[in-house]
């Protein structure tokens, strides 16, 4: 979910940014430089998990998977996500220049709240119990995504309300499907390396 | 290298070489993006549409002398989210004003269509400026100019090591693809289907974690003491200067074509 240039009116475009610097510092003073190794490589991750498309009926999604990004990384979720947006505006043009604080803000946001809600309890619970939680989180990391992309839809002006709800209705599959897909990816990380999570919260967080 | 990411068959050295197919690519990367930068700004800025149509001329204009495979760009940045177009779709019925047509009761207007044919004039300005002039860049120079543009250093290594494995893991990626291609998976609609991608990703989340401690281990290994040495050989030439002279003119341009014609 990319908002283009030119669709924002200039307020929200401009807190787009402040919002997108202040989380980038926040992100960034939480990760020292013996820590950026993983985090490019999840980044890089992310972005390759963004090439993936799933069906879904007739049709397919490509995955954004910034709630199970948020579990992994933590604040440092904000950083990485924002240089996944940078290189897709850049060098295949989705998204946009001005709006790419608002773009950071809708996408890694939401990422930065799951993992600071649910981390954790995925640290902590036992895997199944893990996955679980996981799922919710990566469920309730695309509603808040659309949510804000509605949100920043209805502050440029009312024409773009029926859409911005539209849009909400639409996303329901896809929250569905990145809940499983979340909670399956958790399950399987949490038996194959259980000590993943305790890492990266320990340090980048 | 990044593969993924090139738009087009740069000859790239490891090491970050500048070598570029376009005298475009011979300007300082710095400059180039400053120039996109202030495009965009100026692009947004904009509301007369004689003003935005000159504003694609110029996105065009960059487009061709970028030398990028320009049928396979356009396609790229045609193919919008699937969200925007159908928001463009529906202004017209949302915008209130002069009626232009009636779909099934729905009453379109002619400032709706005018408003989603704004955006879409500007967006597709802007992004094509975009990939021409900073898209044509090595991902590894735009590192290193952004960083001489006093982007800060933890960012610009996050790049850097984002740029460096995104080919590295989109390979991994299509090898488990391929080993569950072998062993008899179809994508379809279902709790298998979602589980077995789901499984996917966090099988690269275990080997991405477990690459990215070797990684360390083999920096620390040659004395990564938590700094990395960014290469700075960007200079600025006086052919830069008549670059970013002749860009600021084409945007007073821009700007002169917006008051002036806007204004009437």
Same mark, same amino acid.
């Given at each position: 979910m990319h908002i283009v240039d030119g669709a924002l009116s200039n307020p929200v475009v401009a807190a787009g940014v402040v919002l997108a610097v202040g989380g980038l510092a926040q992100g960034l003073r939480k990760l020292p430089m013996e820590k950026i190794p993983v985090a490019g490589v999840l980044s890089a991750t992310f972005f390759v998990a963004s090439l993936i498309h799933v069906p879904i009926g007739p049709s397919s999604v490509h995955l954004i998977m910034n709630g199970l990004a948020g579990l992994v990384l933590g604040w440092a979720a904000f950083p990485a996500l924002f240089v996944g947006l940078l290189l897709q505006a850049v060098f295949?043009?989705?998204?946009?220049l001005t709006v790419l604080g608002v773009n950071t803000v809708v996408i890694a946001g939401p990422a930065v709240i799951v993992g600071l809600l649910l981390g954790g309890r995925i640290q902590n619970s036992p895997t199944r119990a893990a996955a679980i939680w996981a799922g919710l989180g990566g469920g309730l990391a695309i509603a808040l995504t659309t949510a804000f992309v509605a949100i920043a839809l209805a502050l440029t002006g009312d024409e773009f309300l029926p859409a911005a709800k539209l849009v909400f209705l639409a996303h329901i599959p896809v929250i569905v499907i990145e809940a499983l897909l979340t909670g399956a990816a958790v399950y399987l990380a949490k038996q194959v390396k259980p000590e993943l999570f305790d890492d990266l919260q320990g340090a980048v967080r | 290298m990044t593969s993924v990411l090139s738009t087009i068959d740069k000859p790239l !050295?490891? !090491?970050?070489?500048?070598?570029?197919?376009?005298? $475009?690519?011979? $300007?300082d990367p710095r400059i180039r993006i400053l120039c996109a930068a202030t495009f965009a700004v100026a692009v947004v800025a904009c509301n007369d549409f004689l003003a935005l149509s000159a504003a694609v001329v110029v996105a065009f204009g960059l487009l061709s002398v970028s030398r990028l495979p320009a049928m396979q760009t356009l396609k790229r940045v045609a193919t919008m989210d699937s969200f925007i177009i159908f928001i463009l779709l529906l202004l017209p019925f949302t915008v209130p004003g002069t009626q232009m047509f009636t779909l099934w009761g729905f009453p379109a207007s002619w400032e709706g269509l005018w408003q989603a044919i704004e955006i879409a004039l500007k967006a597709n300005a802007i992004v094509l400026a975009l990939m021409a002039l900073v898209g044509t860049m090595e991902p590894v120079t735009l590192g290193h100019a952004l960083h001489s543009l006093k982007v800060p250093a933890g960012l610009v290594h996050l790049l850097m090591f984002t740029v460096r494995y995104i080919d590295v893991l989109r390979e991994e990626y299509l090898r488990l693809r391929q080993a569950m291609k072998a062993r008899g998976f179809r994508p379809s609609t279902g709790w298998h289907t979602y589980r077995s991608f789901g499984y996917l990703v966090g099988m690269m989340l275990v080997r991405s974690m477990e690459r990215s401690e070797r990684i360390l281990g083999a920096m620390k290994c040659r004395g990564f003491t938590g700094h990395i040495p960014l290469l700075d050989r960007m200079r600025f030439r006086p052919a830069d200067a008549l670059f970013a002279a002749g860009f600021c003119a084409l945007l007073l341009g821009l700007a002169a074509l917006e008051v002036t014609h806007g204004a009437i």
């Open positions: 295949f043009g989705f998204g946009g | !050295t490891e !090491t970050g070489g500048n070598r570029q197919v376009s005298w $475009i690519g011979l $300007i």
